[in-house]
T-cell receptor, first 114, second 111 residues
Framework: AQSVTQPDIHITVSEGASLELRCNYS??????LFWYVQSPGQGLQLLLK??????LVQGIKGFEAEFKRSQSSFNLRKPSVHWSDAAEYFC????????????FGKGTLLTVNP | DVKVTQSSRYLVKRTGEKVFLECVQD?????MFWYRQDPGLGLRLIYF???????EKGDIPEGYSVSREKKERFSLILESASTNQTSMYLC??????????FGSGTRLTVV
């Protein structure tokens, strides 16, 4: 069964600093990978996705993520964090094909200090 | 853009009540999903549906049922609400694949 691990429950960064949120997955083949963001009291918004091809994917709000097969990782990065990036971030994996289901990590809460 | 609308943002219900959570999507998506979200546990899939009147159990279906009579609407039913069902409930939909669009959520409190 597929699984997702987000090792960091809570990360605090200063505004303007760089950010990397970690995500590791467990799945035999190449999965479909996603990052979602959730602002307080809101639903989830898709930041970016990886299905195939270029392993560095660009998303909205200046985020990017890199798929590394050898490390089973799909880490999310942003070069300069803004106060509005404070939110909870979820990594998710899908095994592809006719399986529509997503398996989510437990999330990383990002706090941004001024 | 696809819109997924959950009819209530906040609900307060009493223990033992029958509770209906409604979700509507406007882009003719085949697949619809119900999740619950709890602190430290992430999102857990309760049920999903891949077509009208079709449903499959997710990871935590106990205490819940669902109904999908029309393609655009997917209802989550708590037959007899209990306090351990106090949670944030999120609905999502997708078209023939894994890319899911989420509603804003319903925060349910059972007292």
């Amino acid at each position: 069964a597929q699984s997702v691990t987000q090792p960091d429950i809570h990360i605090t960064v200063s505004e303007g600093a760089s950010l990397e949120l970690r995500c590791n997955y467990s799945y035999g083949a190449t999965p479909y990978l996603f990052w979602y963001v959730q602002s307080p009291g809101q639903g989830l918004q898709l930041l970016l996705k990886y299905f195939s091809g270029d392993t560095l994917v660009q998303g909205i709000k200046g985020f990017e993520a890199e798929f590394k097969r050898s490390q089973s990782s799909f880490n999310l990065r942003k070069p300069s964090v803004h106060w509005s990036d404070a939110a909870e971030y979820f990594c998710a994996v899908n095994s592809g094909g006719s399986n529509y289901k997503l398996t989510f990590g437990k999330g990383t809460l990002l706090t941004v200090n001024p | 853009d696809v819109k997924v609308t959950q009819s209530s943002r906040y609900l307060v219900k009493r223990t033992g009540e029958k509770v209906f959570l409604e979700c509507v999507q406007d882009m003719d998506h085949e697949n619809m999903f119900w999740y619950r979200q709890d602190p430290g546990l992430g999102l857990r899939l309760i049920y999903f549906s891949y077509d009208v009147k079709m449903k499959e159990k997710g990871d935590i279906p106990e205490g819940y049922s669902v109904s999908r009579e029309k393609k655009e609407r997917f209802s989550l039913i708590l037959e007899s609400a209990s306090t351990n069902q106090t949670s944030m409930y999120l609905c999502a939909s997708s078209h023939q694949g894994a890319l899911q669009t989420f509603g804003s959520g319903t925060r349910l409190t059972v007292v």
